[in-house]
């Protein structure tokens, strides 16, 4: 390790402490063999759960850096819908390592010099040589081999397979064409509690998918109707009131005063008689509706629901395309257009609650489904829906790559060094720019299609050093795709096998224009640092990889501070797999880890590893994410600890006070 930064940190160390106490309390529940922790409400109850976001919210921190901590761990979780437990994990590593080496004033610099030079080449060159594509469509067995161990680390064994298997169900019925996959999980993770309904008292094994969407209200008006209905949404009440607000209403007499009533209840009586009159069979409202209301919906035969939640409004305006009716707004005999489509609309008997389940027509890709999600207690139910929505926000990082800017070399000097063809010193205004590709169209590449280069090309751009070279020839766990550049057009390349289970997939890869330099090539190579649909094994292969490949190109590096965090990175990237193989026999990260580094060393496959898939976007945004922290911690000088408001005090001051 170079020699250590003068001028040491001095709150580094209490940075450490802090963060290790984060790290010791949720390091126990990380990963699937990690225990659960028993939380008690407020209210008294007592809740197990293994969930990092839970566990970090749980604690009452007193240290306001611990809590800045916290809220970047929690913030990683909610943008990529995992990694709160090894962002702690993680951050106190870093910082462990930091202060150990003693990191100077220019620690933060050095941070910033080390993501450009140093994590990203490890990232394009490096990793890109062993993470595989995901199949256009994400087949079932894909969704399962993601979805299984990203539930292990929350739920217990038998509830994650069920749960793995009814989350991909819900994908598949949601969007059964492919290109509708990313909307649909877009949707599913933003209008998820819409979008289920727990039953407590049952067993998980009763949960299902059904058609439609389950609202939590009973009719409060129900009259049956056959065949496709229309329905309209309402959030005012649609009995006029006698005054408008801020106008005052006088009354005379009572005689005026009943004359108004029943002026007020012969229009509310041909609002309704006008919603008839435009086929409208179903009335949607988020506020309570007078009872005057109620009986002429019944007498018109006009079904009513009425206290909705703003998430199933919402999610009904999305599906739909329609907005609230304002009948008096204008002409209130004027033909309704804003109405939606349903072709059914029923009572559904939830154990002991009564619920309205309706079968609305989409105006978008997204079919809308609701998963009926059942559970011994009220609280088990609720960790299980929890789980689900973060499982739909990590599926939709299948979709973005991370893209780098960068300068290049001239075309000559690029010739003439092929060991370095593109500059890797990026400006510091320079920065990782996150794209989410949704359109699969036959005419454009997809998410999935990968451009490759030939053995040959990529040869040239990694370091000509054979004793420490990386040959692209691993057959399980290496490069997903190995494609000669073909100038005829498409090629087509098949699969290695992506999880277990997983057939083997045909799709197209995009061959590079030979145009007599590999320098262009090259550009359009390193362009994606992490390339859309890119996974890995899982049970800490991206953090060894990783830990190797910074260590190989740290050694290029001829700043000793840069070497030096870099050095601190990859070992503290051991951190997450050293927790995670704890509980398992002696000594067998240890195992783990020579028998990883020297099949790297030897250019031989990695150790086989069938327990499931991990994103590489998820990893390497964890990554990044802890880093940006650090460097706002080591930008804090100085944290003043307010117990009560500042109140304020006028300023009396004259001028012979000075």
Known sequence: MAAAMAEPVPQLG????????????????????????????????????RDGRRLLEALRLEPLAARMMTARA?????????????????????????????????LRRALRAFEAQVLERAAARGLRRHWRAAPPGLPEALLEALLEPYLAGRLAPGERRHLARLCTEMCRRCAPAAAARPEALRVLGRRFPALHAAVPG??????????????????????????????????????????????????????????SLRWITRRTEALVKHLQSNNVKLLLSSTKQDEVVIYYAKLYGVSVVECLLSEEMALISEITGVSPYAPFGGNMCRKITETAVASFCQPLLLGSKRCVHIGFTSVCAFQPHCLILCGPVSGVNEQHAAALQEAFTMLQQLFKTVDQREECQSKGESQNKTSDVCSWHSLPTQKQIVVENISCNNN??????????????????????????????????SSAVLAACNTDGVTACELLDVGKGLEKTHYSIVPFKQEGSCVSIAQDHSNSLIEAGSVLPVGGYFEILLHYYIQYYAKQCQQSEVAVVSNVVADALLSIPKALYRTTERDSFTKFYLKAINSLRKNQPLPGNEEGLELVYCKYQLVVSVLHCVTELLSIDLIIGIKRPVQKVEDHDSEDDF
């Open 202 to 259: 049952l067993p998980l094994a009763s949960s299902t998918v059904l058609p439609g969407i389950v609202l939590s209200r009973d009719f409060t008006a129900y009259c049956p109707a056959e065949g496709e209905l229309r329905a309209v949404l309402v959030t005012e009440p649609l009995r006029p009131a006698l005054t408008a607000p801020g106008v005052e209403f006088v009354v005379d007499s009572e005689g005026q005063y009943q004359a």
């Open 14 to 49: 209490r940075l450490w402490q802090e963060a290790a106490v984060l790290a010791g309390a949720v390091c126990g529940a990380l990963g699937p063999r990690g225990g659960r922790a028993l939380l008690l409400r407020p209210t008294g109850e007592a809740v197990l759960t």
């Open 74 to 106: 929690c913030s990683h979780r909610a943008a990529t819908g995992d990694g709160a437990k090894s962002f702690v994990v993680l951050l106190a590593a870093v910082l462990g390592g930091l202060r150990a080496a003693g990191g100077g004033a220019g």
């Open 444 to 477: 454009q590449v997809s998410e999935c299609q990968l451009k490759v280069l030939s053995d040959e090309t990529e040869a040239k751009i990694l370091d000509s050093d054979k004793s420490s070279s990386l040959v692209d020839k691993q057959q399980s766990y």
